[in-house]
């Protein structure tokens, strides 16, 4: 089917993603349906409709520069402002048990991919990018999808699969610490008055210099190129050293430029974590990039597919996330962790640090606000990790 904008037409494909982005944003943060929603729902759904009546070409050199160039750039931003020593030094009871929650994540994602494999095409990709992000977040999301790139429809199918469980998983969060069986065997876990001011405070627009945006964007490119060069010489190099089983484990490490590029940047902030602290929007610019992203997976999704394989995909990422809860319950429980401490710490695994930190704020549990963010975005820099382990090893079973 022809489209009437043309696969050709860079500027108007670049100012559609562009504008997309941007009005899901304003829609997420300036009313409550789209709140509820997500903005990557927002963005998903919009070029969907755009692309099924036929106003946007299913494929563009504009979408392969997204993945190509877009995301990689958008992870080291993202990562810039965690600082692994304060992670350590004033969050680690909440970090042992959100490597718990970690730990249910990738039980449960294990058992979803064997109970689901013959039913749900391209499940071991997909359960890399889950399991990534269900460590992680949107960002780890992301580079899986690149790294393994599966078809664009079953890409649009975990967002809608993943976005309707977080909403459900929320909800079942947000009501545990009301219900008395929970109050009875945890410690804590009442919520306290939520205070506006401090949400307000915590949620304020931040100041940011032209210097922040130039030092911040000519660190993360200096990071892509230097990781992408070294990764493209690492797979050639070691490809051709015979094959061997050690070969190719470490090729398969080296060479994979999203590792490289957590890989590094986690070096350079904890070498330098003043200097990135000290930057400012580089998360705004990485999340930006990030809606890009999430607007282009939308393109080249086929209504039909996608309906078709929402169910199964829902069921899939229900398995995971109760498998993350249910263990961090379970532990919670036999190593006297406070009910907060480990509903937080579900969801800053399964949600990622900012639906984690609106949970604290909305519980009125303000002296675990900045705890869960720190120990959430750690979840950024062992997400890929994990993906990458979880989905090689899916795909050598299939």
Same mark, same amino acid.
Not at 7 to 15: E, F, H, P, T
Not at 198 to 203: I, K, N, S, T, V
Not at 265 to 270: A, E, H, I, M, P
């Given at each position: 089917?022809?489209?009437?904008?043309?696969?050709?037409?860079?500027?108007?494909?670049?100012?559609?993603?562009?504008?997309?982005?941007?009005?899901?944003?304003?829609?997420?943060?300036?009313?409550?349906?789209?709140?509820?929603?997500?903005?990557?729902?927002?963005?998903?759904?919009?070029?969907?409709?755009?692309?099924?009546?036929?106003?946007?070409?299913?494929?563009?050199?504009?979408?392969?520069?997204?993945?190509?160039?877009?995301?990689?750039?958008?992870?080291?931003?993202?990562?810039?402002?965690?600082?692994?020593?304060?992670?350590?030094?004033?969050?680690?009871?909440?970090?042992?048990?959100?490597?718990?929650?970690?730990?249910?994540?990738?039980?449960?994602?294990?058992?979803?991919?064997?109970?689901?494999?013959?039913?749900?095409?391209?499940?071991?990709?997909?359960?890399?990018?889950?399991?990534?992000?269900?460590?992680?977040?949107?960002?780890?999301?992301?580079?899986?999808?690149?790294?393994?790139?599966?078809?664009?429809?079953?890409?649009?199918?975990?967002?809608?699969?993943?976005?309707?469980?977080? #909403?459900? &998983?929320?909800?079942?969060?947000?009501? @545990?610490? $009301?219900?008395?069986?929970?109050?009875?065997?945890? !410690?804590? =876990? *009442?919520?306290?008055?939520?205070?506006?001011?401090?949400?307000?405070?915590?949620?304020?627009?931040?100041?940011?210099?032209?210097?922040?945006?130039?030092?911040?964007?000519?660190?993360?490119?200096?990071?892509?190129?230097?990781?992408?060069?070294?990764?493209?010489?690492?797979?050639?190099?070691?490809?051709?050293?015979?094959?061997?089983?050690?070969?190719?484990?470490?090729?398969?490490?080296?060479?994979?430029?999203?590792?490289?590029?957590?890989?590094?940047?986690?070096?350079?902030?904890?070498?330098?974590?003043?200097?990135?602290?000290?930057?400012?929007?580089?998360?705004?610019?990485?999340?930006?990039?990030?809606?890009?992203?999430?607007?282009?997976?939308?393109?080249?999704?086929?209504?039909?597919?996608?309906?078709?394989? #929402?169910? &199964?995909?829902?069921?899939?990422?229900? @398995?995971? $996330?109760?498998?993350?809860?249910?263990?961090?319950? !379970?532990? =919670? *429980?036999?190593?006297?962790?406070?009910?907060?401490?480990?509903?937080?710490?579900?969801?800053?695994?399964?949600?990622?640090?900012?639906?984690?930190?609106?949970?604290?704020?909305?519980?009125?549990?303000?002296?675990?606000?900045?705890?869960?963010?720190?120990?959430?975005?750690?979840?950024?820099?062992?997400?890929?990790?994990?993906?990458?382990?979880?989905?090689?090893?899916?795909?050598?079973?299939?």
């Amino acid at each position: 089917m022809n489209s009437v904008i043309s696969a050709d037409d860079v500027w108007m494909l670049w100012g559609f993603i562009a504008v997309w982005a941007a009005v899901s944003i304003y829609l997420e943060q300036r009313f409550r349906w789209a709140a509820a929603v997500s903005g990557a729902v927002l963005a998903l759904a919009g070029a969907m409709l755009f692309t099924n009546v036929g106003i946007l070409p299913t494929e563009s050199p504009v979408y392969d520069a997204v993945w190509t160039y877009v995301v990689p750039l958008a992870i080291p931003l993202l990562l810039f402002q965690i600082n692994l020593r304060k992670i350590l030094r004033e969050s680690g009871r909440l970090l042992f048990m959100f490597c718990i929650s970690a730990i249910g994540t990738m039980i449960g994602s294990i058992f979803a991919f064997f109970l689901f494999k013959e039913q749900i095409p391209h499940l071991d990709k997909i359960g890399g990018m889950i399991s990534a992000s269900y460590i992680g977040g949107g960002v780890n999301f992301a580079a899986m999808a690149a790294k393994f790139s599966p078809p664009g429809e079953f890409v649009s199918s975990t967002v809608v699969a993943d976005n309707f469980m977080m #909403a459900l &998983l929320f909800f079942i969060l947000m009501g @545990i610490p $009301a219900v008395k069986w929970f109050q009875n065997r945890f !410690a804590g =876990g *009442k919520a306290a008055a939520p205070r506006q001011n401090e949400a307000e405070a915590y949620w304020k627009r931040k100041e940011i210099s032209l210097q922040d945006i130039a030092l911040g964007l000519g660190a993360a490119f200096a990071i892509v190129v230097v990781s992408v060069k070294a990764a493209a010489y690492f797979k050639e190099r070691l490809a051709s050293d015979g094959g061997s089983f050690f070969a190719q484990f470490i090729s398969g490490i080296l060479g994979d430029q999203y590792l490289l590029l957590t890989t590094l940047t986690l070096f350079l902030t904890f070498a330098f974590p003043r200097w990135f602290e000290k930057l400012k929007g580089t998360q705004e610019i990485g999340t930006y990039l990030i809606y890009l992203f999430f607007v282009v997976i939308g393109i080249p999704a086929d209504l039909r597919i996608i309906l078709m394989n #929402a169910p &199964l995909l829902l069921a899939f990422v229900f @398995i995971i $996330a109760m498998s993350n809860l249910l263990v961090s319950l !379970a532990a =919670g *429980k036999i190593l006297r962790f406070r009910l907060e401490e480990v509903l937080l710490a579900t969801n800053a695994s399964v949600g990622g640090p900012t639906t984690a930190a609106a949970m604290a704020i909305a519980k009125g549990w303000r002296e675990l606000i900045a705890p869960i963010m720190l120990v959430g975005t750690f979840g950024y820099l062992i997400g890929n990790y994990v993906g990458t382990m979880l989905g090689t090893w899916f795909s050598s079973l299939l």
